[in-house]
């Protein structure tokens, strides 16, 4: 077994991967990628009620769009496998058999009905009384003919000490626990015994998750040591809330990664926000992926749980689109096509005229769906005119001042940004017009709204031919007017 830190996240594939699995699986996965050790995938499929391979799938596939690629796992492979945890079941029971020979563990033959008659029993009793196995089993004698569930030795006395790594010294008696189940009579591991089970045969040394796992920390302490194995470290990461404090759901935010991929965000861009939920780097909002393994650390993890802010989530996300060191030219426009490529009567999309057209929109869209609604009109034979602003600026006046535009520019001999900038200027000071007279008809006549990326911008992109053409269009409709 290696020294390196190896660390896994392990989901259950019973539905999609929203975004607080995914702020466990990017600490795990910092911290692997800054010590150079492994991140392992595995998966927990042992609701089989709930679990089914497209949502397996989704999981991988969606870890993959992050950029959350692991060492060992699913369609990876590794020397600890299988990684599915239904294909584990001999292993898990070969453990049980040991702990019960061991006298560690027992064989429980209570039915539903027995327990479920003792907990009637307690409630009618006393309504507040919390049920806990009250070891009928412990000394019964073994018959393995008989239904049964494997039930863990829990030790009445003592307490479970364990320093946590951001929370430090936790201290839990062993009062508090029960004899709990390890395996149920299927064969089929419950969640502590199969997670530290696993943890164990793979090796891993550092077990990273949500605040939420604290209450399975202490038994789970138990059974490495009734099983002889060496603790792993700790570490619970505080909660993602929403904005009144309570637990983060759909409605929230807490949607699927995909619901993001789709909505426009770039992967980076997810993964720097979630990381500030429960680690900070001073004053520092903005990182790249190569800045957060630098930076990332659990000295640097704090206690208190955060709220999720949509707004300063697309904040984010903006920063990450128009920041070229934080997303260069060619993936920024890659991106935005695929958007493009969406949309309804486009003509002409390609990669090399995405790439020279977005320069002009990619200061101020927040998402890749609104960096395609703004180059709509670049792609199309004509553009989709908005009635209120042909209604208010094509309109009679507009039509001397559309072809005194259309004059000035045909005879261009250099089509540029700072070309047509003087030329434009020029005609409009000497016409003794305002630039805003004729901005207005124009932005129109070649975008179809009154809000648009700078008039000269526009033209070069457009280039002569369509430009020409839109401002022709638009004199006829507003002479029509």
Not at 167 to 175: A, D, I, L, Y
């Amino acid at each position: 077994m290696t020294d390196k830190p190896r660390l896994r996240f392990a989901p259950s594939p019973t539905g999609y991967l929203h975004i607080g699995g995914v702020r466990t699986a990017l600490f795990n996965w910092l911290w692997a990628r800054k010590t150079g050790g492994a991140f392992v995938l595995r998966i927990e499929d042992t609701d089989q009620e709930r679990s089914t391979p497209e949502s397996r799938q989704i999981i991988l596939d969606s870890l993959r769009w992050l950029g959350i690629d692991w060492d060992e796992g699913p369609e990876v492979g590794g020397a600890f496998g299988p990684y599915t945890q239904m294909e584990r079941l001999a292993i898990y029971a070969e453990h049980a058999e040991r702990l019960i020979r061991e006298k560690k563990a027992y064989r429980c033959y209570c039915t539903k009905e027995e327990l479920q008659a003792q907990r009637e029993a307690l409630k009618a009793k006393d309504p507040k009384a919390e049920f806990k196995y009250p070891g009928t089993c412990r000394d019964r004698a073994d018959q393995p003919d008989r239904p049964y569930v494997v039930r863990f030795k829990t030790p009445s006395e003592g307490a479970v000490v364990y320093r946590d790594m951001v929370f430090g010294e936790v201290k839990t008696p062993n009062s508090a626990q029960q004899d709990f189940v390890l395996l149920r009579s299927d064969g089929i591991p419950l969640y502590n015994f199969g997670a530290v089970v696993d943890d164990i045969t793979m090796g891993i040394t550092l077990v990273a998750r949500g605040r939420d796992h604290m209450v399975n920390t202490p038994p789970q302490i138990m059974l490495y040591e009734a099983l002889g194995a060496r603790l792993p470290g700790f570490a619970h990461l505080p909660m993602m809330l929403n904005q009144k404090g309570a637990k983060l759901g759909k409605r929230d935010g807490a949607v699927s990664v995909f619901e993001y991929r789709d909505a426009g965000f770039a992967p980076d861009a997810v993964l720097n926000y979630l990381v500030r939920f429960g680690w900070s780097h001073g004053d520092q909002e903005v990182f790249s992926k190569a800045d957060l393994i630098q930076a990332f650390g659990w000295d640097a993890c704090g206690r208190g749980d955060g709220k999720f802010d949509p707004k300063k989530f697309l904040a984010i996300n903006h920063e990450h689109l128009k920041t070229s060191r934080l997303m260069g030219d060619d993936d920024y426009a890659r991106s935005t096509l695929t958007f493009l490529e969406k949309r309804e009567g486009l003509v002409g999309v390609s990669l090399e005229r995405v790439k020279a057209a977005a320069f002009m929109i990619r200061e101020r869209a927040t998402t890749f769906v609104d960096a395609a609604e703004r180059l709509d009109f670049v792609f199309r034979d004509e553009p989709v005119f908005d009635a209120d602003a042909v209604k208010k600026t094509l309109t009679a006046e507009a039509v001397p001042r559309l072809q005194g535009l259309i004059g000035c520019l045909e005879p261009a001999a250099e089509w540029t940004e700072a070309a047509l900038e003087k030329a434009v200027t020029d005609h409009v000071a000497g016409s003794g017009q305002a630039m805003k007279d004729v901005a207005a008809p124009a932005r129109v006549a070649l975008t179809g709204k009154t809000a648009s990326p700078g008039l000269f911008q526009v033209m070069f992109v457009l280039g002569r031919d369509a430009t020409l053409g839109r401002l022709r269009k638009a004199a006829a409709i507003a002479g029509g007017a």
